[in-house]
């Protein structure tokens, strides 16, 4: 059999050569994981008596709420105790609070299953506490709808579309990308190319936030996500037609066959149905729309659908899914930043899942980590931005020059003011700020003429650019 290692799971840092294809595997510091029995197994094996003294003492998670896997839990079994019994013991506190997701079927007819330990339910609130003071970025006076889109929506977009694709590979430096995404360039690499697709991908998940999910949406998805950068002679927007794909950590231990391919459309159908339930309701269905995302996100990964890009497809279902639920705030948070920050851990989570009966709680910590740390960086985001507001807003209302400008000269004068050197152009000013090019160019002009810019010809071609001169405080000053 060919070995296939794809970019969106658990790989290694070496080559691996097979008969038939040569692979270069992705960096992970995995070491190796202890797999558990299956808790029926471990039923059959022991005593009554031998776990029963213990359910009083071992719950769900340990005293600090942290959920462990039998990889991390067996080292702290208190003295005594039979390490055993007392994993036994935590598996009965966890099922006692589980839920089963019956449409979603793991393998010999066991579904996937998941549970919120109290530490896991006071991160959603604090998740959600931190959501509802999002609303003060709306009603902000620094904060018009074309500052939303200028600051918060074109920032989670290429930091988004950047990072994710790094996560599958990607080597492009941050400000190649930049400059390739904020000025409209053509990719002219392969890195490139995944970044700029990224960037595509989070605009159409954005635009059809209020759509259900299918199948046929899923496909473009991965057809926008891998257009020109694909791997594994998979087909853009195309199911895999082959079982040949194994997944292994390190040591090659706890090695990932992904379903079998003929079971992908059945298990895509139940998961768009699952997607598509309400799970709002104050009833027994009820779903957390942050768990409802996550468990998307590994789901897709899980199923792996594609010969390639099922990370990057799985991502965006997590942004559709949370969108769609009315957390509006996600249209600013990127999350690849800080799954790329901590990438082993985000590897284990999905092992954990996969050895210990499917039980997603652990992906579920991992994901809920991450999403807390997101929302926290975008709230420092927001004091920074309303900090220069604030000192931008001092100066107009000081500065007798500033009398003279209207909005769009002020907000290129915000960035010139901030990055000394930096280069405009009347097409990314066009852009950036939603108006025609002439318009930009006007703007621009004007700055000129006030000494305010610097115009000087393209190396690369006839176009004009605009510099921000490194002593334009002084200038605004004069």
């Known amino acids: 059999m060919s070995i296939k290692f794809l970019g969106d799971r658990p790989l290694i840092n070496k080559i691996l050569y097979t008969r038939e294809i040569k692979i270069e595997l992705k960096s992970s510091s995995m070491s190796k994981i202890r797999v558990p029995k299956p808790f029926s197994n471990l039923m059959e094996e022991l005593e ?33 105790d039979n390490e055993i019994a007392a994993w036994v013991a935590t598996k009965i506190a966890r099922q006692a609070r589980t839920n089963y997701l019956h449409l979603l079927q793991a393998e010999k007819n066991v579904c996937f299953s998941y549970c919120i330990p109290d530490s896991l339910f006071a991160q959603l609130h604090s998740i959600d506490k931190m959501i509802g003071g999002g609303q003060q970025i709306s009603d902000s006076n620094f904060v018009s709808s074309d500052d ?9 977009m290429l930091e988004e ?9 990607a080597s492009t430096t941050r400000e190649v990308a930049q400059e390739m995404l904020k000025k409209s360039l053509a990719p002219t690499d392969k890195s490139q190319q995944m970044i700029f697709n990224n960037y595509q991908l989070m605009k159409k998940v954005i ?29 853009s927007g195309s199911l895999r037609q082959e079982n040949n794909i194994i997944v292994s950590d390190l040591y090659g231990e706890n090695t990932f066959y992904p379903p079998d391919y ?3 459309q059945s298990r895509l159908v139940n998961l768009c149905r699952f997607a598509n339930q309400d799970h709002s309701q104050k009833n027994q269905d009820f779903i957390h729309p942050i768990i409802k995302a996550i468990i998307l996100h ?3 990964a899980y199923i792996h659908p594609f010969g390639d890009g099922n990370g990057r497809t799985a991502r965006a279902i997590f942004y559709w899914s949370i969108l769609s ?3 509006w705030l996600f249209e600013y948070v990127s999350i690849s930043k800080f799954i790329k920050e901590k990438r082993g851990a985000y590897d284990k989570a999905f092992i954990y899942t996969e050895t210990d009966d499917f039980d997603l709680t652990y992906f579920l910590y991992n994901q809920i980590d991450t999403i807390e740390k997101a929302i926290k960086s975008l709230h420092e985001y927001i004091d920074r931005k309303r900090q220069e507001f604030y000192g931008f807003m001092h100066w107009i209302d000081k500065n007798p020059l500033a009398k003279t400008l209207i909005r769009g000269h002020l907000e290129i004068l915000k960035e010139a003011l901030k990055s000394p050197g930096k280069e405009f152009t009347a097409k990314q000013v ?27 010809q393209s190396k690369r071609g006839k176009a004009r650019i605009y510099i921000a001169p490194a002593n334009l405080k002084a200038r605004l000053e004069m």
Do not use: C
């Open 148 to 156: 939303k889109h200028h600051y918060f929506v074109k920032s989670l």
């Open 298 to 300: 590994f789901m897709v």
């Open 262 to 264: 003929k079971t992908i």
């Open 207 to 235: 635009e059809r936030k209020n759509e259900e999910l299918s199948i046929e949406f899923i496909l473009e998805l991965h057809k926008i996500a891998t257009y020109k950068a694909i791997d594994n002679e998979a087909i």
């Open 430 to 456: 066009a852009i950036d700020f939603g108006v025609t090019e002439n318009t930009a160019r006007s703007y621009l002009t004007a700055l000129v003429d006030k000494n305010l810019l610097v115009l000087a």
């Open 161 to 169: 579309a950047i990072t994710s694709s790094q996560l599958e590979g």
């Open 325 to 327: 639920s009315g957390y």
């Open 48 to 80: 009554t008596r031998e776990f029963v003294p213990l359910l009083s003492k071992y719950h769900a998670t340990d005293r600090k709420g942290r959920y462990f896997h039998w990889d991390e839990f067996k080292w702290r079994v208190e003295q005594g």
